[in-house]
């Protein structure tokens, strides 16, 4: 015999009414999908453009309609790049024109050398390959069986050693030629263009029969201002947990993945939030910025008082695939919450412990505030769409953003109660060390110099 003769449902399982009212509710809500669709008909998202700023406008007015309170926008000073024209052409041992885009933060200029292939852009790869002086073939993709090797890491051996110019080759089928910022917030040192799998296949085949390129860039980098929005749900307390998500983008695509997705996730769970018990503030924020250095997130870290933050919901990832999945950043609190979360919605949730600094979580577990970062399960390592001009809203599906909303809202309402550890920062450097980050962030340009 159950407690609930009337269900079969054990009411010591049962999700409180003003829980599975507000999930119940959630189901049909297309106010998530309306946000994307919104975000992803704007023109040019990229940091400091027209685009970004009305994206924060829309977040503003999302969060208003969710109910919450105070929604305002701020701006914050950064250097703006603009994309002008490039092109990348094969002088020896044929001519030959490609087609090419320049990656973010790349200065304008023309060079020309041999080309030399470093495939992963791993440490090993430039230290036998002769880079100085000639143009970089290097690979989105990363070894198999090791770690991640960022676009800032590769970009940033290649310029250590000297070379004139950088080609970065998707290594997905599909003419699909990636962007990325080289830099976090400053120009870069030599000129970068992102290349289709295909192009590179041909270029890779080139450098094998000593092949030369002519590569030119034209682009500015000039002073400028981002924006951030954000707005509160919950009991007006001093301490507050902060949920944020990008909502910049890069200028060749809709960007519906990255970072769209993530904040009709954030649109969603701000719905949910409005209609439950919370135990203190809920800041909901939308950055600028991300995709060119975190300099969005750095300016809300800086505004805040990091003792009242008891914990911040990175969501960048979620919302774009099936199942959810957390970054813990070695926190057990964190595996803990997201554990009782999954089992009370009944819905599987995904936990690593790995720890990273390419997103907006970053900023605030340097100022000592513990962070958790949201994403999606994805089939194999890498962005996939994302970063391209593919990164489009039909690759998104309107019930992933509301069941992550789901998830995160009550992620957020167990945060708001649980007092989670402050992340120490020697045991942070001592993860990062670990999982042999520290190499590939020091080629990035990232690594805290008090670390050393």
């Not at 023109?43 to 969060?63: S, V, Y």
């Amino acid at each position: 015999m159950t407690d609930d003769d009337s269900t079969g449902v054990d009411a010591a399982n049962r999700l409180p009414d003003d829980v599975a009212l507000a999930l119940g509710r959630a189901w049909a809500d297309d106010a998530p999908w309306n946000v994307l669709t919104a975000l992803t008909e704007l023109d040019d998202q990229m940091t400091g453009h027209p685009g970004e700023r009305r994206a924060a406008e829309l977040a503003a007015e999302a969060f208003e309609d969710a109910g919450a309170r105070d929604a305002s926008i701020d701006t914050f000073d950064l250097p703006v790049w603009t994309r002008g024209d490039c092109s990348l052409a094969l002088t020896e041992p044929k001519q030959r024109e490609f087609d090419a885009i320049a990656l973010p933060y790349a200065p304008a200029g023309d060079v020309a050398g041999s080309l030399v292939d470093v495939g992963y852009g791993t440490e090993s790869a430039f230290e036998d390959a002769d880079v100085a002086g000639n143009v970089v073939l290097a690979s989105t993709d990363s070894p198999p069986e090791g770690r991640l090797v960022h676009r800032m890491e590769k970009y940033g051996r290649a310029v250590d050693r000297d070379a004139a110019g950088f080609v970065f080759y998707n290594h997905k089928d599909g003419q699909l030629p990636p962007t990325g910022s080289l830099r976090f917030g400053r120009e870069a040192e030599i000129p970068a263009v992102g290349v289709s799998k295909e192009t590179g296949a041909w270029l890779q085949e080139y450098a094998d029969r000593d092949g030369t390129v002519s590569l030119s860039v034209d682009a500015t980098t000039e002073p400028g201002t981002g924006t951030n929005a954000h707005a509160r749900l919950g009991p007006d307390t001093d301490e507050e947990v902060v949920v944020v998500a990008h909502h910049d983008a890069h200028d060749i695509a809709e960007g519906a993945l990255d970072n769209g997705c993530g904040v009709a996730t954030l649109a969603a769970a701000a719905r949910v939030l409005a209609d439950l018990d919370l135990d203190c503030a809920v800041r909901v924020a939308t950055v600028g910025a991300e995709e060119v250095g975190l300099l969005g997130s750095q300016a809300l870290a800086s505004s805040l008082d990091p003792e009242r933050v008891r914990a911040v919901v990175n969501v960048d990832g979620a919302g774009r695939y099936r199942t959810l999945r957390a970054f813990t950043f070695g926190e057990d609190a964190f595996e803990s919450a997201v554990d009782a979360v999954a089992e009370r919605a009944n819905r599987p949730v995904e936990t690593t412990a790995h720890v990273h600094p390419y997103s907006d979580h970053w900023p605030f577990l340097r100022r000592g505030v513990p962070a958790v970062q949201l994403h999606s399960v994805t089939e194999e390592r890498g962005r996939g769409w994302g970063h391209t001009h593919a990164d489009t809203r039909d690759k998104a599906d309107a019930r992933n953003l509301r069941e992550h909303g789901m998830l995160a809202a009550l992620l957020v309402q167990d945060l708001a109660s649980r007092d989670v550890p402050r992340p120490d920062q020697d045991a942070l450097r001592g993860r990062l060390l670990d999982a042999d980050q520290r190499p590939g962030m020091e080629a990035a340009g990232v690594w805290p110099e008090n670390w050393d």
